[in-house]
């Protein structure tokens, strides 16, 4: 039997936000790192087969746009367990 599949791409933004500090137990921060929104432009390559059941999430985005959600989640983590 051949297997049917179709697919779909999907362009959409991430709004992240980070934490202002307590929820992890500090006091409340409103500068960088804590308090911080960005968004992410993201494009998802979706495969689904004949059920409409999704066997592929191929997604991209902004490399830049990424890297500074994961420095500023690099800060936080600093800021919480210092090394």
């Not at 179709?6 to 500090?26: A, D, H, M, P, Q």
Request: proline share 4%; aromatic share 8%; with cysteine.
């Amino acid at each position: 039997t051949t297997e049917t599949t179709s697919t779909i791409g999907i362009r959409y933004i991430e709004k992240v936000t980070t934490t202002n500090g307590t929820s992890l137990f500090l006091e409340p921060s409103y500068t960088a790192p804590f308090n911080q929104t960005l968004y992410q432009h993201e494009h998802a390559i979706v495969t689904v087969d004949e059920n409409c059941k999704m066997i592929l999430w191929d997604q991209t985005g902004d490399n830049k746009e990424q890297t500074d959600v994961d420095d500023i989640a690099d800060g936080i983590v600093c800021r919480v367990n210092p090394f």
